[in-house]
C-alpha cells in the first residue's frame, strides 16, 4: 500500500474515535497547509528593486556628474567608443543575448511559442550589439574593405549606416530597415509594452493563474517601467534644443560646452540607445526568472 494512502485511513479513524473539538482542529490545520502550499505556489518572482530602480538612477547621476568636470572629462568618458554608453549598452546586450538563448531552452515550461519569441530577441540583441561595435572593428581596429567603405556613411563596417542616395536611390529604404525602423520598434515597445500595459493590466496579469497565459510573458511586468520611462523621455531635452534653436534661440547656459548641455542634449541619442539596451536586458531577465520560479504546472509540448 502507497503512503498517500494510508493518510485518509487514518484521517477516517481519527474521525470516527476523535471528539468534534479535535475533528474541528484537524480541520483547520489541513485548511492552514492548503493555504500555506497556495502562497507559496503563487509567490510571484521577478527583477529586484535594486536592479529595475537602481540602475536607471545610477546611469543619470554618471551623466550629470561627469560633465561636472569639463568638457574634456566629458568627451573621454561619455560619448567615446570606449566611454560609458557605448561600453554599457554592449555590457547590458551581451547577458541580454545569453538570457534569451536561456529562455528558449526553458521553452517547455513556458505556453506554446513564447520560447521562440525569446529566442527572436536574443537574435536582435545580436544584431543590436553586433552593429554598435561595428562587428568587432571598434576594438579591433580593422580596415573597411573600399568597396564597403563607399557605401557606408561612417566608413564602418555596419549596416545601419550605409548610404545609397548617391547612387540614385531616392528612398534610402536600406537605412530604414536596419537604423530607423529598430528604433521606432523599441521606442514602442518601451511606451506601449513597458509602460501603458504593465499599468493596465496589473492586477490581471498579478494573478497565479495568469502564467498560463502567453500574455503573462510577453508584456513586461511593472519592474520595466523606469527603464522604459528613461528610453521615452531620453530626447526630451534633444527635441526641446532643437525647437528654441529654430524659433527663440538658445540661452547662453545651454550653449554648446555648457553644463547643461553635456548634461542633458549632447548625449541624448546615444544615451536613448543605453536605455534601449538597459530594457533588452531587464525584459529578458525578469522572464527567465519567472520561468526559473514560476513555469507554468502542466509542461508545454
Given at each position: ?5 494510508t ?10 474515535s476523535?471528539t ?6 484537524e480541520?483547520q490545520k489541513e485548511?492552514?497547509s492548503?493555504?500555506?502550499s497556495a502562497?507559496?505556489?503563487s509567490k ?13 538612477i545610477v546611469s543619470?547621476?554618471?551623466l550629470?556628474i561627469?560633465?561636472l ?7 573621454i568618458?561619455i ?6 554608453l557605448?561600453?554599457?549598452?554592449v555590457v547590458?546586450l551581451?547577458?541580454a543575448i ?22 527572436l ?11 554598435e561595435?561595428?562587428?568587432?572593428q571598434t576594438?579591433?581596429h580593422?580596415?573597411t ?6 557605401l ?5 563596417t555596419?549596416?545601419h549606416?550605409l548610404?545609397?542616395k548617391?547612387y540614385?536611390?531616392?528612398?534610402d529604404?536600406?537605412?530604414d530597415?536596419l ?9 514602442i515597445f518601451?511606451l506601449?509594452?513597458g ?6 493590466l ?6 497565479p ?16 517601467i ?9 530626447t526630451a531635452p534633444?527635441?526641446i534644443y532643437k ?8 540661452p ?8 547643461a548641455?553635456?548634461?542633458f542634449?549632447d ?14 536586458l531587464?525584459?529578458?531577465?525578469s522572464v527567465?526568472?519567472r ?7 502542466k509542461?508545454?509540448?
Open positions: 500500500m502507497q503512503p498517500k494512502q493518510v485518509p485511513a487514518k484521517s477516517a479513524t481519527l474521525t470516527a476523535a468534534p473539538q479535535q475533528v474541528a482542529y480541520s485548511e492552514a492548503v493555504s500555506i502562497a507559496i505556489e510571484h518572482y521577478d527583477l529586484p528593486p535594486a536592479i529595475c530602480i537602481g540602475m536607471p543619470l547621476l554618471v550629470w561627469v560633465p568636470f569639463g568638457q574634456r572629462a566629458y568627451d568618458l560619448p567615446h567608443e570606449i566611454g560609458f557605448e561600453i554599457g549598452t547590458f551581451i547577458p545569453v538570457l534569451g538563448v536561456l529562455c528558449f531552452l526553458r521553452r517547455r515550461h513556458m505556453p506554446k511559442g513564447v520560447g521562440w519569441i525569446m529566442l530577441a536574443a537574435i536582435a540583441a545580436l544584431y543590436f550589439a553586433g552593429e561595435i561595428s562587428w568587432g576594438y579591433f580593422w580596415k574593405p573600399d568597396v564597403w567603405a563607399n557606408n556613411k561612417q566608413n564602418e555596419n549596416l549606416n548610404e545609397l548617391k540614385g536611390w531616392y528612398v529604404l536600406v537605412d530597415l537604423s530607423n525602423v529598430p528604433r521606432q520598434i523599441m521606442l518601451c506601449v509594452g509602460i501603458i500595459l504593465p499599468l493596465a496589473r492586477r490581471r496579469l498579478s494573478r493563474t495568469a502564467r498560463q497565459s502567453v500574455w503573462y510573458w510577453l508584456i513586461p511586468t511593472q519592474r520595466l523606469p527603464a522604459a520611462l528613461l528610453a521615452v523621455v531620453s534633444e527635441k525647437v528654441l534653436k529654430h524659433t527663440y534661440g538658445i547662453n547656459w545651454l550653449s554648446k560646452g555648457k553644463y548641455y553635456l548634461a542634449v548625449p541624448a541619442g546615444e544615451f536613448k540607445e543605453y536605455c534601449f539596451a538597459m530594457v533588452m531587464f525584459y529578458l531577465l527567465y526568472i520561468v526559473r520560479h514560476n513555469p507554468i504546472s509542461v508545454v509540448k
